[in-house]
């Protein structure tokens, strides 16, 4: 009777391992068909039934990013995300540090506000930042940009540097004030470099956020400053859709943040929660 | 199961104790500055000049920056308007059919997850791709897929003969269906992760209690692992479901609202009334109304969420 009830149970290994397999699939298929897409020629892109072997080509980055100029987009979405994060992470890491270390009063309602200020919905502070920057003739400029990023970033630093820093012994801290360090050279020299795993993944969850948004970056930029994403409606014309083109700055938005957020995996459950989760 | 590691507890755990000091409020404060003066110029600031013009008559369109006070005035129009009652009932689907299907999809791959030895960690990083995408580029997907005429996913749902329309993003029934998909498609995962995040503090001993006392597998599920995990369901589906609310992007490219408003979620709503009619009076109303609803919503979550040292 054991051996059937081995049996049974391998039966059933290979059940779950085949049930995850296909869901797997559906759930890489269509970013690969993407991906598939982008290397394929005009023909290729609109055949039915949808082809499978096709010469594989570049035309499709070559025109997109040389000839239509999708390389400027990249690099104001490089200077965007690059930019917002780091404002972040200068102005934020410092007040993290001070959340974990010391007690203020209304500390407790200050950390619920900069809950409230990262789940905003966008549409809610695209508004008055749209009338802000109209105002200061900032329009169509990275700043712009960089600013409305900021808003939803900053709280992000500080809600995961809070608890990266929570982490850190006290101990530390109190070691450097008998040496006589200052605060200030506490948190940059003792407490800040054992935090510098969590610092990288905070930056990069960071940079991603920016890389990805599209509503604050559609409304504030212009000609000169529109980001990858802002970009990619204008090959979608009245007269046609280039989907080749389409799915070839699709493949170069998304592969990067694929990338780097890879090397973070660990902390990507605990930045999406707003660190309610650790995994 | 031998073999398996375990994890601490990830919901409720108790935090490294960081207290404070009240004779260092001096120093608290010049750590805090830089991060305070930016969030009431960015955050505060621009919310409450959108506070201010929401009693006002501001149209770009028609009289520029001009305006005029009108008091309630948009606020009342608003709660009137039957258009924007479609659209929260509209959002309210969307968030309703979103996340619970990705509640139920997440449990389910957790639980295959969690019965598997080998190669969960190459499965979970796998899964990961479709929540790291832009959703624009998730909404450009899936309007690829489904596209009338060569979409990959509209040949094979012609295949298969499912009884379908062939135009599935302008058909009335199924374009907010649809937006729901490329949701549900983009945040199974995310679910998913969470869930197994929590399976893994059960403890052994708990399971083999169950077992030992004749529990079948559906039974250690039901009677045993769900109701443990309960928080982290709790918590998991409130944080997606602030989350849905604050979604444009995919509605946006994916069927642009339509058809006619079918698809019209109340941020694309506020967006077209702001950027398109140019009635920012009217839209920054929208906003305040959405701000006041999103700290309810926060205050909810903050409640549920762990203790912090905080």
Request: net charge positive; proline share 6%.
């Amino acid at each position: 009777m054991i051996l059937s009830e081995r049996s049974r149970q391998r039966a059933s290994t290979i059940t779950v391992y085949v049930v995850l397999g296909l869901l797997a699939v559906a759930l890489l298929l269509p970013y690969l068909w993407l991906i598939i897409t982008s290397f394929k020629s005009r023909v290729d892109t609109f055949a039915i039934p949808p082809s499978l072997t096709f010469q594989p080509t570049l035309d499709n980055y070559t025109t997109a990013f040389i000839t239509k100029g999708f390389l400027s987009n990249l690099k104001n979405s490089v200077i965007v995300a690059a930019f917002s994060t780091l404002i972040s992470v200068v102005v934020g890491v410092p007040s993290a540090y001070a959340f974990s270390r010391y007690r203020l009063p209304g500390q407790e309602q200050q950390f619920f506000l900069i809950l409230v200020t990262r789940m905003t919905p966008p549409v809610v502070l695209v508004l008055p930042l749209y009338l802000l920057m109209a105002r200061l003739d900032l329009l169509d400029t990275h700043l712009a940009i960089i600013i409305a990023h900021t808003t939803f970033n900053l709280p992000l630093v500080i809600w995961m540097m809070k608890g990266f820093f929570d982490s850190v012994p006290k101990e530390i801290d109190e070691a450097g004030m008998v040496d006589g360090c200052s605060p200030m050279m506490t948190f940059l020299r003792l407490v800040l470099p054992l935090t510098v795993g969590g610092l990288a993944a905070t930056a990069i969850l960071s940079a991603v956020f920016s890389w990805n948004e599209f509503l604050f970056a559609l409304i504030l930029s212009g000609r000169g400053t529109a980001t990858l994403l802002v970009a990619v409606p204008r090959l979608m014309t009245i007269a046609g859709t280039f989907w080749g083109q389409v799915a070839a700055v699709g493949t170069v938005i998304t592969l990067p943040v694929l990338a780097f957020a890879f090397t973070v995996q660990r902390y990507l459950v605990t930045g999406l929660t707003f660190g309610a989760i650790n995994e | 199961m031998p073999g398996r590691s375990r994890k601490e507890p990830a919901v409720g755990q108790a935090r490294p104790s960081t207290g404070g000091n009240y004779s260092h409020v001096g120093t608290a404060i010049s750590f805090h500055l830089p991060a305070w003066i930016t969030l009431i110029l960015i955050i505060a600031l621009p919310v409450g000049a959108a506070a201010y013009f929401s009693f006002s008559n501001m149209n770009l369109m028609q009289t520029g920056l001009q305006y005029r006070w009108v008091g309630l005035d948009n606020y009342r129009y608003i709660l009137l308007d039957p258009r924007f009652w479609e659209s929260v009932r509209i959002t309210a689907v969307f968030i309703f059919g979103a996340v619970s299907l990705e509640l139920l999809g997440g449990i389910g791959i957790a639980l295959l997850l969690d019965a598997i030895r080998f190669g969960r960690r190459l499965y979970t990083s796998l899964i990961m791709v479709p929540m790291l995408l832009a959703p624009l580029v998730v909404g450009l997907t899936w309007n690829f897929l489904l596209n009338p005429q060569f979409g990959a996913a509209t040949w094979a749902i012609h295949k298969l003969g499912l009884p379908l329309p062939p135009s599935i993003l302008t058909d009335l029934r199924f374009a907010l269906p649809a937006v729901i998909l490329s949701d549900v498609w983009e945040w199974t995962p995310f679910m998913a992760l969470i869930v197994l995040a929590g399976l893994q503090t059960i403890p052994l001993g708990l399971l083999d209690a169950a077992r030992v006392d004749g529990a079948n597998v559906w039974q250690v599920i039901w009677t045993v692992k769900l109701p443990v995990i309960r928080p982290i369901l709790i918590i998991g589906s409130f944080i997606r479901g602030i989350d849905a609310f604050r979604i444009f992007d995919i509605p946006y490219i994916l069927t642009g609202g339509g058809p006619g408003s079918a698809t019209e979620i109340i941020d694309l709503f506020t967006y077209r009334t702001a950027f398109k009619s140019w009635e920012m009076g009217k839209g920054t109303a929208v906003g305040i109304v959405l701000f006041i609803l999103n700290v309810m919503l926060a205050f909810v979550l903050y409640r549920w969420m762990p203790k912090r040292e905080a």
